[in-house]
Every structure is written in C-alpha cells, then in structure tokens.
C-alpha cells in the first residue's frame, strides 16, 4: 500500500462513470468513460463532454 503519485487509480477502477459525449466532427453523441475519448463513429479526438 505505497501510494506513487495517483492518488485516486485505485477508486476509479472500481467506480467506472459512464459520461455522455459529442463529437465535434461528425455530430455523434454516445457514451464513454476513461481520459482518452475518442468517436466510436469516427474516430475523432475532438469530442466534448456533455
Ligand atoms: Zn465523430
């Protein structure tokens, strides 16, 4: 139990939050967890939170 710089790893694995999203190329809204979103339609990183 050596806590190295991530405080908050250990809950987020147990909480998952599904977050609701948009994506600003191509218009699609889905549902998406974790840092690193992209669109399931195309594949664009250019999402945002809604
Ligand atoms: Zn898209």
Redesign the pocket.
Same mark, same amino acid.
């Given at each position: 139990m050596c806590s190295v710089g991530g405080g908050d790893f250990e809950l987020e694995i147990e909480k998952i939050e599904v977050e609701r999203y948009r !994506? /600003? /190329? !191509?218009? /699609?809204k889905f549902d998406a967890m974790g840092e690193k979103v992209v669109?399931? *339609? !195309?594949? *664009?990183e /250019?999402?945002v939170k809604l």
């Open positions: !994506c /600003n /190329n !191509c218009g /699609n669109c399931p *339609s !195309c594949q *664009s /250019n999402v």
